[in-house]
Each structure stands twice: as C-alpha cells, then as structure tokens.
C-alpha cells in the first residue's frame, strides 16, 4: 500500500495517485506539494505526468522514498543555477553585439525579450541534470506505476507512455517538452513534442478506491467569455464517468439474480463499478495576467516561493476535515480544491 503514516483513514484507498501537469518554471510547485506529501507520509503508488510534470514524476519514481524530496530540490537548485548563467551569457553576447562591448544593456524589457528567445538551457543541458536525478531501472521496476504523457506530431494525438506497457527512457520524459524551444523526440520512428494533459490517464487504470493529487501550476477559472480549463474539464468529464458507472452498480443491486445472464442487462453490468475516487486538486496560480513571464521564470527566488507554495498548499490541503469522506452514495467522485492556498467549496 502507499502509505507511510499511521491514519488508518487512508487504508480505504488501493490507488493513491498523483498528477502533475505541465507549466514549466510552475513545476517547482508541484516538486514542493511532493515534498510536502512524502513528509506526511503519503506516497503515491501510481503518478502521472506531462511537460515538466514528467521530469517531476521520473525523478519521484526513479528514486527511494526517503531521497525523492532531496533529488527533487537538487533538480530544481540546479535548472535555476544554469538557466541563470545561460540567461546571464546570451544576453552578454547579444549586448556586445548590440551596443559594442563596454555599453550596458539599457533595459530590462530588453532582457526579458531577450532571454524569451531561445530555451532556457539546451536539451543537452536538462538531459544531464534529468540523467542525473533519476535511475532509469527503479523507474521501470514497477515499484510505482508511472505514465508520461506527450503529443505524436504525426497524428496529433496524445500519448501515454506506461511503465507498465512501455519500457521508459529519458526520451519518454523529454517527449513533453519540459521547457519551451527544445526539439521534438524522435520514439519509436515518430515524432513527439508538446505536454498531453494527464488526468485522464486515471481512466485506463483498472477500477479502484482512488485519492488523486492533481498539481496544476496554473489551472484557470472560467473566464467572462465563458471558458474553462482544460484539467477542470477532464475532472468534469471523470466525474460524470464515475458517477454512472457507481449508480449502474448500486441499481444492480436490485436486479433480481435470475436477470442478470439476461445479454443487455450483462452488458449494462459490466459497466458497473463500486469503486470511488477522491480527488484534490491544487493549483498555483489562477490568474493569465504575465503567465508566460511566470514560466519563464527559473530564478532561485522564484523556485523558492513556489515550491514554498506547494507545501503550503499540500497541508492546507491535508488540514481539510471533508477530505477523507468517503463520497456520497449516488458519486463515483468528488472534488476538493486548493486555489492560491484557499480551499474552495467542495464539488
């Protein structure tokens, strides 16, 4: 079982699952939500991840519980020392080239621009420092179940690369692209590029009592033309499955015994699951105002402050009396958030 403390409460769950999704420089985030996890003893024993989420969950699989929090914090001390030396020496160049050698850069706009141009470090660069971080073989022991998500350019449909179908590399990390302007991963003659959302990765697993941690570094609120986040649409459309596939069982229940070899009533019965799902759903940052700066961002400050954040956010989260109900009868799921550290109203 994954679980290391000794509340007895999380005995009801056979899955305890954790999603990170992807965002870049927010992925410092979901690394101290993690840290904040392991220290309450709650250790995920199914993760999914996408973009930068993927890095976060091979690092996470690819170690010994005890070192996961450790490597995660080493990771991210290291992306932001590189991204600061890169940024620090393309921007030199460009000013000398620029200006001529002894006249200063003139504005931090300049810079900004600048340094958005090109990725923050090479693929080789995060190659190494993912190389590093996570023992490949741990990872495809099997010990904890690992998706990885990405887009096949080919066809454009997203992939979910499975530690338990697939036997996983650094090329499945790096088929999300963690950060932006890397090239696309060449995995078996195809090629892929961009992060898959990962939810809904949940809904290949077989059926079973879930407690879900889905980490969004930044995860929208409907907006005034109506709009609404992706990861809060698959949530949405999970629950719906969910919910379905609980009153399918429960209406079971009164069907006399003689009917079921009857082949509708069969089929519809197979549908059927007790199996709940609870999920919390924390996000970072909720607001789209200077986004792509707040990606783009590695600073060691900044990584600081959001993985400050996810700790912060994860034992708010853990405090919330309602979050070890079980859900009610008639729902296969429910939904409890943590928005920018407020819990919002149960779902």
């Given amino acids: 079982m994954a679980r290391g403390r000794p509340d007895k409460s999380l005995a009801r769950f056979e899955r305890i699952a954790l999603v990170l999704s992807s965002g870049e420089a927010l992925g410092a985030y979901q690394a101290g939500a993690y840290a904040a996890l392991e220290k309450s003893g709650v250790r995920p ?17 690819g170690n010994l519980p005890h070192e996961r929090a ?32 002894h006249l200063p850069l003139v504005c931090s706009g ?25 023992d490949f073989e741990r990872v495809n022991s099997g010990t904890v179940r690992i998706v990885l998500g990405a887009v096949n350019l080919t066809t454009g449909v997203e992939t979910f690369f499975d530690n338990d179908r ?7 990390v ?37 407690l879900c941690f889905a980490i969004d570094g930044y995860d929208p609120m409907p907006g005034s033309a109506g709009g609404i986040s992706r990861s809060a649409r698959e949530i949405a459309a999970m629950r719906r499955t969910h919910d379905l596939r609980r009153m399918i069982a429960l209406l079971g229940e009164r069907v006399p015994p003689a009917l079921h070899g009857e082949v509708d009533i ?25 986004l792509d700066a707040e990606m783009s961002d590695f600073s060691a400050g900044a990584v600081t402050r959001r993985w400050d954040a996810g700790e912060s956010d994860v034992a708010t989260s853990l405090a919330y009396p309602r979050w070890l109900a079980p859900p009610p009868r008639l729902s296969g799921v429910v939904v409890h958030e943590v928005r920018g550290g407020v819990v919002a109203p149960q779902r």
């Fill in 45 to 61: 024993n199914w993760i999914a991840g996408s973009g930068i989420g993927a890095v976060n969950a091979a690092i996470i699989a």
């Fill in 70 to 101: 450790m490597h995660l914090r080493r990771f991210w001390q290291q992306l932001s020392q590189r991204a600061a030396r890169r940024r620090s020496w393309r921007l030199g160049r460009w000013a000398r080239r620029a200006f001529g050698r």
């Fill in 110 to 134: 300049m810079r900004r621009a600048r340094a958005a141009a090109a990725p923050i470090i090479s693929a080789a660069e995060i190659r190494e420092l993912i190389s590093e971080a996570v």
């Fill in 166 to 172: 697939h036997v996983l590399s650094l090329d499945h």
């Fill in 174 to 210: 790096m088929a999300g692209t963690p950060l932006s302007g890397l090239p696309p991963v060449e995995i078996g003659r195809q090629l892929f590029a961009g992060s898959a959302v990962s939810v809904s990765a949940l809904d290949d697993a077989r059926p079973a009592d879930t």
């Fill in 266 to 290: 069969r089929r519809c019965l197979a549908e059927a699951s007790n199996a709940t799902m609870t999920i919390l759903h924390l996000v970072h940052e909720d607001s789209a105002v200077d």
